[in-house]
C-alpha cells in the first residue's frame, strides 16, 4: 500500500503518457516577459525555497483536469496554451519570476524546484508548488483547487514551495 501511495506522489508532476518526449523549450518564446510590457502576465514569488541551486521551472497550464499537466508538446499541437519559464535559481530570499499569458482568464500553474539541474523530478530531491497553494495529497491536484485568474495586466501571485517532509509526506519548509 505504501508503495503505491508513493508511486502516486511521483506521477504528481510527471506529465500524462505520450509517444512524443517532451521539448525542453517548447513554450519558453512565449513565457519570457520583455522589460516595460504591461501584461497579461503573472508575477510569481516563491516562498521557501529549500536552497538556491539548481533551476526552476515555472509552467502554465490551461485550469481543466484534462490538460493541467498534460504533455507540452499535444497542448501547443491543439492550440492551448501552456508557457514555461526555466532560470537558474537567483540568488534572493524571494525570487520572482514573471510569465507572459495568450490573455486574461484562468490558468493552473506549477514550479519545480531542479535542485541539481538536471531536467528530472527527484521525488526525494526536489521541490514543487502549485498556485493556489492547495493542500497536497499523493495525488495530483485537481486542475480548480489550483486555477487562478489572471487579469488584463501583472497579477501577482505566491506559491509555496513543498519538499519531502518524512518518508511520506510532503510540504513546506518549516519557517516558510
Known amino acids: 500500500m505504501k508503495r503505491a501511495v508513493l508511486l502516486g506522489a511521483a506521477l504528481v508532476l510527471l506529465p500524462a503518457a505520450a509517444p512524443i518526449p517532451s521539448t525542453p523549450d517548447l513554450g519558453k518564446a512565449e513565457a519570457q516577459c520583455r522589460p516595460g510590457e504591461s501584461g497579461p502576465a503573472f508575477l510569481v514569488d516563491l516562498i521557501g525555497l529549500k536552497d538556491h541551486a539548481g533551476r526552476l521551472k515555472l509552467e502554465v497550464y490551461p485550469a481543466n483536469d484534462t490538460d493541467f499537466l498534460a504533455d507540452d508538446n499535444v497542448l501547443v499541437a491543439a492550440g492551448k496554451t501552456f508557457r514555461r519559464v526555466e ?3 537567483p540568488n534572493e530570499p524571494t525570487p520572482r519570476l514573471c510569465v507572459r499569458l495568450p490573455g486574461p482568464g484562468t490558468y493552473a500553474v506549477t514550479v519545480l524546484h531542479d535542485r541539481n ?3 528530472k523530478f527527484s521525488l526525494s530531491h526536489d ?3 502549485f498556485s493556489a497553494n492547495p493542500k497536497l495529497s499523493w495525488a ?3 486542475a480548480r483547487a489550483v486555477a487562478v485568474n489572471a487579469g488584463g ?3 501577482t501571485l505566491r506559491i509555496v514551495m513543498n519538499y519531502r517532509t518524512g518518508l511520506f509526506s510532503f ?3 518549516k519557517g516558510s
Open 153 to 155: 495586466g501583472l497579477t
Open 87 to 89: 532560470v537558474a535559481v
Open 127 to 129: 521541490g514543487f508548488g
Open 117 to 119: 539541474g538536471d531536467r
Open 171 to 173: 510540504g513546506p519548509i
Open 140 to 142: 495530483k491536484p485537481k
